[in-house]
């Protein structure tokens, strides 16, 4: 709720200058949003392999695909290190930049090793996701 009275908030300050192209979204934002979108692509192969939904090949590709993309815009959405209060995010980031793009990109690679042919591979293959979310977590997120 507050996250989207910010942004809403955001918006209409971008509206009013009536400078349209600053309404691309930086900092807490950019971030907020990048992992919620990381978050629902996750949970579509998270689901599939524990059938929860259908299997299926192409979609578990093509959502492979959507996470190495926004998993390869990472870096340079973080470079803001705008940090307003109601942000997880924590400075350590900006301390150790080499180690979070390090953590960034063992979670490309991951994304990278998903086999998504059978259900069976599918399985196997995204612990190894889930492990890269949690050890960025662990070290740059707020708990
Ligand atoms: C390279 C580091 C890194 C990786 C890898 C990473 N995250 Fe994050 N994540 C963060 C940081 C830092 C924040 C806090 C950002 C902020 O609040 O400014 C965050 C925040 C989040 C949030 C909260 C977003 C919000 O504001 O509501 C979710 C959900 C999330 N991550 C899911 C995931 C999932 C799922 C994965 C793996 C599939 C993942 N993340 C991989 C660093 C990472």
Known sequence: MLKGLVSLYLSLIFLSSGTIVLAAESGYVA???LMQNIRSEFSVLAR???EKI???ESLAESTRLTLLNLA???PTI???NELPINSEALPAI???WEDFISKSED???ALEGIETSTLIDLRSSLGNVGATCGSCHQKYRMK
Do not use: G, I, K
Request: no cysteine; glycine share 0%; net charge negative.
């Open 31 to 33: 971030r907020s949003n």
């Open 48 to 50: 599939m392999a524990q």
């Open 54 to 56: 259908q299997f299926d």
């Open 72 to 74: 390869a815009s990472a």
């Open 78 to 80: 973080f470079e803001d």
């Open 94 to 96: 900006w301390e150790n």
């Open 107 to 109: 979670f490309e690679f």
